[in-house]
């Protein structure tokens, strides 16, 4: 049986936190991202779902954004987290473990009736 995606309304959740965890191993433009989060099991990401969330980032100050020239073709937006990217990773990081923690135990429950 293949993989289910993960819901839009999860995928809209923990975008932002993904995006900061691929960026934490380094400096990656849009089609990158994309493909990082693929391999990770997040499925195909639009750029329409993409590009809004790293704007608010680049706004909030989480990432900082930068052209370089493409080889050959048209140039690219460079993603890196910044300093505050790092810090709010580290603290999303620890809030999304307790509620992953939660949820397990919850979903212990349901495996446990049935």
Same mark, same amino acid.
């Given at each position: #049986?293949? !993989? /289910?995606?993960?819901?839009?309304?999860?995928?809209?959740?923990?975008?932002?936190?993904? +995006?900061?965890?691929? +960026?934490?191993?380094? @400096? =990656?433009?849009?089609?990158?991202? !994309? =493909? =990082?989060?693929?391999?990770?099991?997040?499925?195909?990401?639009? &750029? &329409?779902?993409?590009?809004?969330?790293?704007?608010? #980032?680049?706004?909030?100050? +989480?990432?900082?954004?930068?052209?370089?020239? &493409?080889? &050959?073709?048209?140039?690219? /937006? !460079?993603?890196?987290?910044?300093?505050?990217?790092?810090?709010?990773?580290?603290?999303?990081?620890?809030?999304?473990?307790?509620?992953? @923690?939660?949820? @397990?135990?919850?979903?212990?429950?349901?495996? /446990?009736?049935?």
């Amino acid at each position: #049986m293949p !993989v /289910k995606e993960p819901s839009s309304g999860w995928l809209r959740g923990v975008l932002p936190l993904a +995006l900061a965890a691929v +960026l934490a191993q380094g @400096d =990656q433009h849009g089609y990158a991202l !994309v =493909q =990082q989060l693929a391999a990770h099991g997040f499925g195909t990401i639009r &750029g &329409g779902a993409l590009y809004p969330v790293l704007g608010r #980032m680049e706004t909030e100050g +989480l990432v900082e954004a930068r052209w370089e020239p &493409g080889e &050959g073709g048209p140039g690219r /937006k !460079v993603y890196r987290l910044s300093d505050a990217g790092r810090a709010r990773l580290l603290e999303e990081t620890a809030t999304w473990q307790r509620f992953s @923690d939660s949820m @397990d135990r919850l979903l212990e429950q349901v495996t /446990k009736e049935e």
